[in-house]
């Protein structure tokens, strides 16, 4: 069991928006920044969004993300095929002092 | 560019050692700032961050595996070391090694890594 909620899936068709959330506490998410990761299939996971909401030079603005309380969310719009990977969500936690990852959101294009 | 390559052992036993070194070229872990940590992923199962070595030589580990765990770092070769003892078939994974860009005020210990190697499979069996 994650620090961190995710949902173990979601799904979208070609073009939809589609949302990812993460759920954690006020130890993690509430006090701390949160970070995304994609990880397609077969490789290394690729650091799509920093500091909340920020994005690394090369991730398309089709990813965004923003932060709230306790709950964090990823957003793709424009879905396209390239993107059905895994999503994980990750952050510190103060009461366990260490790097927490959510169980990761497996996106399905349709 | 920054590159980041883990090598080590693909099968280890029981109870044995685990010594997994990352090799890295592009940055210097004597930038201050700088730092490399270990995550690894058992087969279909989520991330797991496991440690985090600072060009300062501080130094975070997993709360749940910290007695099993070091990381060292050999600024001279461009290495970093993480040793796992007591190994088991649970901590069967792919262990990846990656690059923390940057440590302020704001944040210096969140999962941060904008460059990962490739990974490396170690399977642990008898």
């Known amino acids: 069991q994650s620090v961190l909620t995710q949902p173990p899936s979601a799904s979208g068709t070609p073009g939809q928006r589609v949302t990812i959330s993460c759920s954690g506490s006020s130890s993690n998410i509430g006090s701390n920044f949160v970070y995304w990761y994609q990880q397609l299939p077969g490789t290394a996971p690729k650091l799509l969004i920093y500091r909340n909401d920020q994005r690394p030079s090369g991730v398309p603005d089709r990813f965004s993300a923003s932060k709230s309380g306790t709950s964090a969310s990823l957003a793709i719009s424009g879905l396209r095929s390239e993107d059905e990977a895994d999503y994980y969500c990750a952050g510190w936690d103060d009461s366990l002092s260490g790097v927490i990852f959510g169980g990761g959101a497996k996106l399905t294009v349709l | 560019q920054i590159t980041l390559k883990e090598s080590g052992p693909t099968l280890v036993k029981p109870t044995q050692t685990l010594t997994l070194t990352c090799t890295f070229s592009g940055f210097s872990l004597d930038t201050s700032g700088v730092g490399v940590g270990w995550i690894r992923q058992p087969p279909g199962k989520a991330l797991e961050w496991l440690a985090l070595?600072?060009?300062?030589?501080?130094?975070r580990y997993s709360p749940s595996l910290k007695s099993r765990l070091t990381i060292t770092k050999d600024t001279s070769k461009n290495q970093v070391v993480l040793t796992v003892t007591n190994m088991d078939p649970v901590d069967t994974a792919t262990y990846y090694c990656?690059?923390?860009?940057?440590?302020?005020?704001?944040?210096?210990?969140?999962?941060?890594?904008?460059?990962w190697g490739q990974g490396t499979l170690v399977s642990v069996s008898s």
């Open positions: 070595i600072y060009w300062n030589d501080d130094k």
């Open positions: 990656a690059h923390r860009p940057h440590c302020d005020s704001a944040d210096c210990y969140g999962p941060y890594f904008d460059y």
